[in-house]
């Protein structure tokens, strides 16, 4: 979910563990060494992929207290961390679509293909606002916001289905997506 979680909107930014990105490191510290045999491209995806997030993660959540602490310096930064989280992503999709095509007909990538771009392009997106931002003070309303937690008001149950069920549909905007 952390993935495709909009850095601006930040639906699933309450769900954050504080150390994300220490997490995401040390599992791409781990998957860099078994990078051999016959599986080996399975780890380099996932290596990748743990790459991603270990920027992405707390994307959102980073960029929120920059900003509503009027933050400069970590705005600058959080930009660095987008260029290079751009590159990161392209990586994970050559990883990702090498593995795609070991395992499956090629049928089915332009999915993959879709949603990587459209996070690549809120990525973007995200860039132009923080550098518009911090060039002539244009707001961020977006960042302005608190954020809400999404299982508020949830049983167990649905909480525990959200959680363990994937939808890119749901997942990928805050907003109606059908």
Request: with cysteine.
């Amino acid at each position: 979910m952390f993935l495709f979680n909009d850095p601006l909107l930040g639906m699933f930014d309450a769900l954050v563990p504080p150390d994300s990105a220490a997490f995401y490191r040390q599992c791409a510290l781990a998957l860099d060494a078994e990078q051999k045999g016959p599986f080996a491209y399975l780890y380099q995806s996932l290596l990748a992929l743990a790459e991603v997030l270990a920027l992405k993660a707390d994307l959102g959540l980073r960029l929120r207290v920059a900003y509503q602490n009027g933050n400069r310096d970590r705005l600058e930064s959080i930009l660095k961390d987008i260029k290079l989280l751009l590159k990161k992503i392209d990586l994970f999709d050559r990883a990702f679509s090498h593995q795609w095509d070991q395992e499956n007909k090629p049928e089915g990538y332009d999915i993959q293909d879709i949603r990587l771009g459209a996070v690549k392009e809120r990525l973007k997106k995200t860039a132009e606002k923080v550098r518009r931002y911090l060039k002539d003070g244009t707001p961020i309303p977006e960042l302005a916001h608190p954020l809400l937690h999404p299982e508020a008001g949830l049983d167990n149950a649905v909480r525990d289905w959200l959680r363990t069920t994937y939808s890119w549909r749901e997942y990928s905007s805050v907003n109606i997506n059908d």
